[in-house]
């Protein structure tokens, strides 16, 4: 049997994260979690550790001291999880735009030939619900960008719900990858697709954040246009 688990960076999700444990816990499919909290001042990594005496063994929590970034904290991830020997690794958002339910969907592309398993807005049968108008033309014609830019035929180049097979993570030179927010979702795809990696896209419903605070920036959406470029030409 497969060893799969579910990487979530947190900060100050303590609106999310309890209910995010349970949710992953009563899959069908055995799914660990790894926590890589920053720091988070509203008592994220203390509800994990509490939760931790109920799912011993499956839970698992790496603190960090500050909000060091997207990227950082899904490479910290990364090695943690190839250190212990997991076959499959995902990533995912704690605020539940991304429907746990769909890393069953992601396990089986992985498992039924897809190197990377996208959980994707844009391709067909894709959705996006609660964002309003201008938000959905910004994200979908940024993919359209890097797709020219890149040469690239993903749809949502710049999904954050994966489900990575164990030896794409072992090829991408991780301490080489320099983008740390949207960028950082794109230049993975693009390293994948580079090293000869088969990306599958999987349609999901992809819902805008309830509670908590979301983390998107002027200067992540600037770093991603700039870091494309950079990506291309370097």
């Not at 063994?57 to 990364?78: D, P, Q, S, V, W």
């Not at 990858?177 to 795809?189: D, H, L, N």
Request: aromatic letters at 12%; glycine letters at 8%.
């Amino acid at each position: 049997m497969s060893k799969n688990i579910v990487i979530i960076p947190t900060y100050n999700e303590i609106e999310n994260i309890e209910k995010m444990v349970h949710t992953v816990f009563a899959l069908p499919r055995e799914i660990e979690l790894l926590i890589v909290d920053d720091g988070s001042p509203d008592g994220t990594a203390n509800k994990v550790k509490e939760l931790q005496k109920q799912y011993s063994g499956k839970l698992h929590i790496e603190e960090r001291k500050g909000k060091l970034g997207l990227g950082t904290a899904y490479i910290h991830g990364f090695k943690w999880c190839l250190a212990r020997d997991y076959d499959y690794i995902f990533e995912m958002d704690c605020d539940f735009s991304h429907n746990p339910s769909d890393l069953v969907r992601l396990l089986e592309a992985c498992e039924n030939g897809a190197d990377v398993a996208v959980g994707s807005r844009y391709t067909k049968g894709g959705k996006v619900s609660n964002w309003p108008i201008g938000r959905i033309l910004m994200s979908y014609f940024a993919s359209v960008y890097v797709r020219m830019i890149l040469w690239i035929s993903v749809k949502d180049t710049t999904a954050g719900f994966k489900c990575y097979k164990r030896k794409v993570l072992e090829t991408i030179e991780l301490d080489k990858i320099r983008f740390m927010g949207y960028a950082f979702q794109i230049e993975m795809k693009y390293k994948a697709i580079k090293k000869g990696f088969k990306i599958v896209e999987v349609p999901i419903m992809f819902t805008d954040r309830v509670l908590g605070v979301s983390k998107m920036s002027t200067k992540i959406f600037k770093e991603a246009f700039l870091g494309v470029l950079q990506m291309r030409f370097s």
